[in-house]
């Protein structure tokens, strides 16, 4: 095979070009710190890497979902926990005087307790999350509970929260449940009894008032029926938050694995590369200088 | 046979040396010209003369100064090069479509669809909020933002592709002109016994660039002219004459046609046909009919949707002013996606049930929720006779993932191409290209033999002053 500088020109050319190619590559790789930097460098894997991406910003989006319902449900435990304490300190109070007492300065001290706890009672029941009232259902911009009537001024809706995919927690407790037992917690109307025992107190009245204590002391039980549902629904986003959490780090994991770049492995290659690359212009430089002209 | 004779031989090897000296001459001088073929000269001895009974040569004559050419080889390069012309325009035009869905390096409508649905879910964790409305808002003008961005940049490439069709065609009717101009100059210097291998290699280099725009075919006429036709079979070029490639824009579909006036003026369509035997105007038309239209298909497919499932469940929910049956999007194609613009904050129906109503509030969030889930709900994508049932996600990702597939075996294409010409030409060269070592040898080889015949004449010439000086 005859050989002609125009044959040498265009091998080295050829294959200096596909040197710098690859160097560029590697070098873009070791820049970026990704194997794959546009979909064409590896297509299927593209399609994976962006639907795990896709999930971990699913989880991402869950977990931040999950922190809400848990500063929500937090609130609503704090006042769980005060409206389970004003109706224990009713009940001690009511205990005093099951039988009724002729002191009038006893009762009225009594009542205007009572009284005074019930607008607590109220209170607690019309506790606010931001603008938001916690126990009102889905109407959250109405106070559900009021000191001058015992209704319930609420929504019965569940307000839920997707905690992760198709997976979903109510994070409210409507008050009308919790205070007026309409619920699966108890059947104690709470603000009627405290009325009931204001008024038999007042009326001196024994019998009623040992029944309103009585129906005070079924309460207790319906309390901490909502607070330990709210406990169970803080444990289960803890558990949703700890598997969502795990779910994330596998995935990162799967993604670094197959993204980044191993940078002992690309700077070695980038060496060997670059050295051949070296060698390849020398060679090219050298061989065009030789000429039979020299020798003539 | 006396001197005289001596004279005479003497001066054809002068002559004939001057001759290869002049050819080597011409080879070192286009040693780097595209499509050159190296000339060699042959030589043939003079006829023979009896003299004294013996045949005596009357010295060297030229018997032909040959092209060093391989038709085959020729014909896989113009092949070749048709090949190459496609591969490397769709590779550069995909390599410019690629980067639109780079979702891997940057932030394109992957996120924004995660943005828009994620927006939904904040706004279902506090349904009455303004803040996490407001959000819901702009994350959907981002997101149809994106949708128009996506769309006007995959119709610009359509559009540089249409209009590169006019250099192309152009640079086609230059090409056919030049051949036809060639083929007239071959035939005329031909006619008249000349040598006519530099017009020859002129005309086989612009056959071969030629190729490059159009896969065209040709052959040689017992006359020495040129036939080229192109892939639907119109004559191109013909003895001397020419057809020509215009682009003529076409109402219905505001892109340009091809439109070839043959030699003898009749004018006919052939932009079906043209793009079959590749070159880039093949590449280029399947770029701009079938490879990008094919995406924005697949994206106006994923708009049309997204639009249709967002604006059922939109249309169920109410709004905290108690609104119902409000659009949350208009438009059914990525360009024309937009956000309803009777939307606003209020009426983004985040409930399920009227919060105006004695039974509901603001707090409801039971649309929001479902308009969330959305991510997660797989729908039906058709795009011609492929329906496809997957998330909007899913689909968007199996469209870049399809996009990267396509780069890639163009780029493939490409590479293999360019080192299947890269083989073609060290063979042309290695059988037509000139070696400046062998030039060089034989300039010495030719010089000596001109310096020897020199000396015949030298030696006859004192030969002569001898019988000379004898009569004297």
């Given amino acids: 095979m005859r050989v002609t500088p125009g044959m040498t020109a265009n091998n080295a050319m050829y294959n200096l070009q596909k040197g710098r190619t690859i160097l560029g590559r590697l070098q873009e790789q070791v820049a970026s710190g990704m194997v794959i930097n546009r979909p064409s460098d590896d297509p299927i894997t593209t399609r994976q890497l962006l639907e795990l991406e896709n999930k971990l910003e699913e989880g991402e989006q869950y977990l931040s979902n999950i922190t809400k319902a848990n500063l929500w449900l937090k609130m609503t435990n704090t006042a769980l926990g005060g409206v389970a304490d004003v109706v224990n300190q009713a009940r001690k109070l009511a205990g005093t005087i099951t039988s009724g007492s002729s002191d009038s300065t006893v009762r009225e001290n009594a009542v205007s307790q009572l009284t005074e706890l019930k607008k607590q009672l109220v209170d607690m029941g019309n506790t606010q999350f931001g603008d938001q009232y916690l126990f009102s259902g889905s109407k959250t911009d109405t106070p559900p509970f009021s000191n001058t009537d015992n209704l319930y001024h609420g929504s019965g809706d569940a307000i839920a929260v997707e905690i992760d995919r198709s997976s979903i927690s109510a994070i409210n407790i409507t008050g009308d449940s919790l205070l007026m037992g309409t619920g699966s917690y108890g059947s104690v109307h709470v603000l009627q009894t405290f009325d009931d025992l204001i008024s038999a107190i007042q009326a001196n009245n024994p019998a009623n008032i040992r029944d309103a204590a009585l129906k005070l002391d079924n309460s207790i039980p319906q309390i901490s029926n909502a607070i330990s549902d709210v406990s169970s629904r803080l444990n289960r986003l803890e558990n949703a938050k700890t598997m969502i959490s795990s779910d994330k780090a596998t995935i990162q994991g799967i993604i670094s694995d197959t993204q980044s770049v191993d940078m002992i492995e690309a700077a070695t290659k980038l060496t060997l590369r670059q050295t051949a690359f070296e060698a390849a212009l020398s060679a090219t430089a050298k061989i065009s200088q030789l000429s039979l002209l020299d020798y003539m | ?472």
Wanted: glycine letters at 10%; zero cysteines; aromatic letters at 6%.
């Fill in chain 2, 1 to 472: 046979m006396g001197v005289n004779s001596i004279f005479n031989v003497a001066t054809t090897g002068i002559n004939m040396a001057r001759v290869a000296i002049e050819v080597t001459g011409e080879n070192i001088a286009n040693v780097n010209t595209d499509g050159y073929s190296r000339q060699t000269v042959m030589f043939k001895t003079g006829p023979t003369i009896t003299s004294n009974g013996f045949p005596l040569g009357t010295g060297v004559q030229l018997a032909q100064v040959r092209r060093n050419h391989d038709e085959l080889l020729q014909l896989q390069l113009v092949n070749g090069n048709s090949a190459g012309g496609e591969s490397s325009v769709k590779e550069n035009a995909l390599s410019q479509v690629e980067p639109f869905f780079n979702e891997l390096t940057t932030e394109g409508l992957g996120q924004s669809l995660q943005d828009f649905f994620g927006s939904w879910k904040d706004l279902s964790t506090n349904a009455a909020g303004t803040a996490e409305r407001q959000v819901v808002l702009s994350r959907s003008e981002s997101l149809v933002d994106t949708f128009h961005r996506l769309s006007s940049n995959l119709n610009d490439s359509i559009e540089s592709a249409d209009r590169s069709l006019d250099g192309i065609t152009r640079s086609i009717t230059d090409f056919a002109t030049s051949i036809a101009s060639l083929n007239e100059q071959i035939l005329q210097t031909e006619r008249l016994g000349g040598n006519a291998n530099e017009l020859r290699d002129q005309r086989d280099n612009a056959v071969f660039q030629l190729a490059e725009k159009v896969g065209v075919g040709y052959s040689e006429q017992s006359d020495g002219t040129l036939t080229v036709t192109l892939p639907g079979g119109e004559i191109l070029v013909e003895g001397n004459k020419y057809g020509t490639l215009t682009t003529q824009d076409d109402p219905a579909t505001g892109l340009n046609d091809i439109i070839f006036t043959s030699s003898t003026g009749v004018v006919s369509d052939v932009t079906a046909t043209i793009g079959n035997g590749q070159g880039e105007i093949g590449g280029t038309l399947q770029v701009r009919d079938e490879i990008v239209p094919g995406y924005l298909a697949q994206l106006d497919e994923m708009a049309k949707q997204l639009v249709t499932a967002v604006n059922t469940q939109h249309v169920a929910g109410y709004g905290l002013d108690g609104s119902t049956g409000t659009a949350f999007f208009t438009g059914a194609t990525s360009s024309t996606i937009s956000i309803n613009s009777a939307l606003t904050v209020e009426k983004i129906a985040a409930a399920a049930k009227d919060p105006t109503s004695l039974l509901s509030g603001p707090g409801d969030n039971g649309n929001a929720l479902k308009l969330a889930g959305l991510q997660s709900t797989s729908l039906t994508f058709t795009v011609g006779a492929t329906a496809t049932t997957t998330t909007v996600s899913s689909y968007y990702n199996s469209l870049v993932s399809k996009v990267g597939v396509d780069a890639r075996n163009a780029e493939t294409t490409m590479l293999q191409n360019e080192s299947f010409m890269k083989q073609l030409n060290t063979l042309r060269e290695s059988h037509s290209g000139v070696s400046l070592d062998e030039e060089l040898t034989n300039l010495i080889k030719f010089q000596k033999a001109y310096s020897a015949s020199a000396r015949m004449i030298t030696t006859a010439s004192e030969m002569l002053d001898t019988v000379l000086a004898m009569v004297r």
